[in-house]
């Protein structure tokens, strides 16, 4: 008999592994260990199982299972109803709390496009007071109130904020230390087309407009790589316009390709950052950029100060091991989205820091997309880039490096450096494309300790 036979007749039959496990009074890992072989039914479950598959109304009837949805419901595992889901979210959230976080009330950062609050995290875990923030994305304004609630919403579009308003915010705050953001970056993204006309980019203007009424000491922004050989609607580069824009606001600009693996974060996620400084602080402190602090081991040999590169072994070593459709009981944001038989099939055998496109059988090779696709992370190295698609299993080093299936939330968040009790809520889609858009808090961090102490003269001896 076919391995996978019980969950392939599940399938067929159009039942989601939840309702299965509940009408056979069972946990769905205990389905899921039969269903990919881990465990043997006895032979009394086995029974059960036949009986079940005979006359699935039946059991669904006794045990008062609804029988009104008959697609089949990939997320049948994830609690639907939102009682439930809030409950095991308190729980969750009441023995994962917020440190206690000593901030200097003279450090204020204001952070712009601030999604759901990567960079904002790693400003206030090195004790800035995060004052305000811009960012027009309903559901990651909701997820970003819920982690900084103390935090002034300036706007919601960047470009509706007025002169005025930001006049008025300065008078209230005083001095701002620094100006952060990551304006979105789809105009110049590989992955997007990129499109030098459009009309997202000009939203970098918007951030020299902020720069030059609130007049921050710092301005720090992040961008994807491929910013730095873009080029204008005039033919220039875009880093020199962007480099004469802040100039023109007040500031001097530096920037530097980084990887945020070289900076200790569990991840490779290569981006350009930009740290510009107010043009009357230039002649007290040197505009330089911090040096890298991790590095793979071979380089290590040149320069031992560095640590050796984090890896997605350490980031999630703690979590438990999931297969397709299985979650975690104890947290909420551990469970693995269910992915079509055929596609596990193609990658189950597959080692890991391999593609299944390298099966020796062809009938085992995805028929299309790239080689860097359906591809296993390493264990022993940091994970491949957290996009806003970690769940698709058939991207771009998507697949976890043991279980046929991609990346959970959780394991998003710890590659990306969010500690467990950063909050989430909303639409998974949603969740998802913040994480993936997000700053890791850690990298935010390490340039927000930077900038106390190399650009702001340390604590104590601020200009
Ligand atoms: C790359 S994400 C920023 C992520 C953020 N830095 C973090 O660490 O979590 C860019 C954000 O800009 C927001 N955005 C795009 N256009 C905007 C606009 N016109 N006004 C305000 N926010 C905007 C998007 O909704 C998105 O959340």
């Not at 206030?124 to 982690?147: D, F, M, T």
């Not at 033919?235 to 530097?256: A, C, H, M, P, T």
Request: proline content about 5%; glycine content about 6%.
């Amino acid at each position: 008999m076919n391995k996978n036979w019980i969950r392939k007749t599940r399938i067929d039959k159009n039942i989601s592994q939840f309702k299965m496990a509940k009408a056979l009074g069972i946990t769905s890992q205990k389905l899921s260990a039969w269903e990919l072989d881990k465990e043997t039914p006895s032979s009394d479950e086995l029974l059960q199982i036949y009986h079940f598959f005979d006359q699935p109304n039946l059991f669904f009837q006794k045990k008062g299972i609804s029988l009104k949805k008959k697609t089949f419901n990939r997320n049948a595992n994830i609690p639907k109803k939102k009682g439930v889901q809030n409950e095991v979210l308190e729980k969750f959230y009441n023995s994962h709390k917020y440190p206690q976080i000593t901030t200097d009330k003279n450090m204020k950062a204001v952070m712009l496009f601030s999604g759901i609050g990567g960079m904002s995290l790693g400003f206030h875990l090195a004790g800035y007071n995060v004052v305000g923030h811009v960012e027009y994305n309903k559901s990651a304004n909701k997820i970003y109130s819920l982690n900084f609630p103390e935090s002034y919403s300036l706007g919601l579009d960047i470009k509706k904020v007025t002169d005025e308003q930001l006049d008025l915010f300065k008078k209230e705050q005083g001095e701002i230390t620094v100006l952060a953001g990551g304006p979105p970056c789809q105009g110049f993204s590989l992955a997007g087309k990129r499109n030098v006309f459009d009309p997202r980019n000009e939203l970098f203007k918007e951030f020299a407009r902020f720069a030059k009424i609130l007049k921050p000491k710092v301005i720090v922004l992040e961008n994807v790589k491929m910013l730095l050989t873009m080029q204008t609607k005039d033919g220039g580069l875009v880093r020199d316009y962007l480099s004469e824009e802040f100039r023109k606001s007040g500031y001097e600009l530096i920037y530097k390709d980084i990887n945020a693996k070289e900076f200790g974060i569990p991840q490779s996620r290569e981006r350009v950052l930009f740290i510009g400084l107010r043009s009357d602080l230039i002649k007290k402190h040197n505009l330089l950029f911090p040096e890298s602090t991790h590095s793979n081991s071979s380089s290590n040999l040149f320069n031992q100060n560095l640590s050796p590169l984090n890896t997605f072994r350490n980031a999630t070593r703690d979590l438990e091991q999931l297969e397709s459709g299985e979650y975690s009981m104890s947290d909420p944001w551990h469970f693995a989205v269910h992915h079509p038989e055929h596609v596990i099939k193609m990658l189950r055998d597959v080692p890991e820091g391999k593609s299944a496109h390298e099966n020796k059988d062809e009938k085992l090779r995805p028929t299309s997309g790239y080689n860097t696709t359906y591809k296993r992370i390493k264990w022993d190295e940091p994970s491949s880039t957290i996009s806003t698609n970690f769940s698709m299993i058939s991207g771009s080093r998507n697949v976890h490096p043991k279980n046929t299936r991609s990346l959970t939330i959780r394991e998003a968040m710890r590659c990306q450096t969010f500690p467990d009790y950063f909050k989430l809520t909303g639409s998974l889609g949603e969740i998802r494309k913040g994480i993936g858009n997000a700053v890791p808090p850690k990298l935010a961090e390490f340039l927000a300790n930077y900038i106390k102490t190399n650009l702001l003269g340390g604590k104590n001896n601020q200009p």
